[in-house]
């Protein structure tokens, strides 16, 4: 197809299920779900996934290997059915924008904002955080230093940003057919906080550290990607579903409540999305259970709660949240 003189390039970061735990063949089992039903078919081409001609996602930082095509199912990291919040981000975004778009999706699991995450603009912590952490350090590796500790602060990060830029910078290679095309970074999409959910210290505070922080990270991020007025999006931390929502939830959402954000960034509920179904066969230990359990649990899910039990449905309906949300402030 024809290149567009200015593509759109989406970034799309956080942690684990950011990275995505979900498989497709979940969202067969839900093809009549009011959810999924009017979006079912466009998902699919025959007896597979549809493979798209108009947005590519590259995924430098899959821990399985370094991955990038058109857009399809795949991009997960439960194998070649596997899908995250990309997969319903890329159709939503792919059906509304008439040319082409890129993802770049950008994620490590098990990583927080308090530490991994920490934007510069955030600076060190206190010196008794900073000792406090080396003495724990010191307890598996006795030769850590107090430089190696607060090398740790901001690490990821800086990886972001360098590995946007490269992923930036390769966008022609890894796309031939989007050669001598001009490339924008036209929104971001962050998915992550379980790491700092089971903080401790941050949940003394009710989390109002993790505002702040998540604020520093917006306007540090647009700035060192040189995309300062990027729409900005906050996916809902919602493993557990609507029951679990609390004070962590509210400190996600007051920071697309500040006054600086707003119609530039956006706090996307995904409570709703959780899969109570698979919720409850995995509270009945169908996952191992007899052959019929069994095959009842792998219809709807694959992992644990705090990756959304690997349900394809809730990491589709996520994604295409975001994508809507997305959407919405470019249009504004």
């Not at 399809?72 to 008439?98: C, L, M, Q, R, W």
């Not at 694959?302 to 959304?308: E, T």
Request: hydrophobic share 35%; no cysteine; aromatic share 12%.
């Amino acid at each position: 197809m024809a290149t567009a003189e200015t593509v759109k390039v989406f970034l799309l970061t956080g942690q684990s299920n950011m990275e995505g735990k979900g498989l497709a063949a979940h969202l067969d089992t839900y093809r009549d779900d009011p959810l999924i039903r009017d979006a079912y078919d466009g998902l699919k081409s025959g007896d597979g996934w549809a493979v798209r001609d108009d947005v590519w996602i590259t995924y430098p930082t899959k821990a399985q290997g370094a991955q990038h095509g058109p857009h399809t199912a795949g991009y997960g990291t439960k194998g070649e059915n596997s899908i995250g919040p990309e997969f319903g981000f890329g159709h939503t975004v792919g059906d509304a924008i008439e040319d082409p778009v890129v993802l770049i999706k950008i994620a490590w699991g098990g990583k927080s904002l308090a530490v991994d995450f920490r934007p510069p603009s955030a600076g060190l912590p206190s010196d008794s955080v900073l000792n406090e952490m080396l003495l724990k350090s010191r307890k598996k590796k006795p030769e850590t230093t107090l430089e190696e500790v607060k090398a740790r602060y901001g690490h990821y990060y800086r990886q972001l940003v360098v590995e946007t830029e490269k992923a930036l910078a390769s966008l022609e290679k890894s796309f031939p057919n989007l050669k001598g095309s001009q490339f924008e970074i036209a929104g971001i999409v962050w998915h992550q906080g379980f790491n700092d959910v089971i903080n401790g210290t941050l949940r003394e505070t009710q989390y109002v550290d993790y505002t702040e922080w998540l604020a520093l990270f917006i306007d540090d991020l647009r700035r060192d990607l040189g995309a300062p007025e990027a729409p900005f999006v906050i996916g809902e931390l919602s493993t557990g579903g609507i029951p679990k929502r609390g004070d962590f939830q509210k400190a996600q959402a007051a920071t697309a409540a500040l006054p600086q954000f707003s119609g530039n960034v956006a706090f996307v509920p995904t409570a709703e999305y959780y899969d109570t179904k698979a919720q409850e066969l995995y509270e009945k230990n169908y996952w191992k259970g007899t052959d019929e359990e069994k095959a009842a649990w792998q219809a709807v899910g694959n992992d644990r709660p705090y990756h959304y039990l690997g349900s394809g449905k809730t990491y589709f309906l996520k994604g295409q949240a975001f994508g809507n949300a997305m959407l919405e402030m470019l249009a504004e």
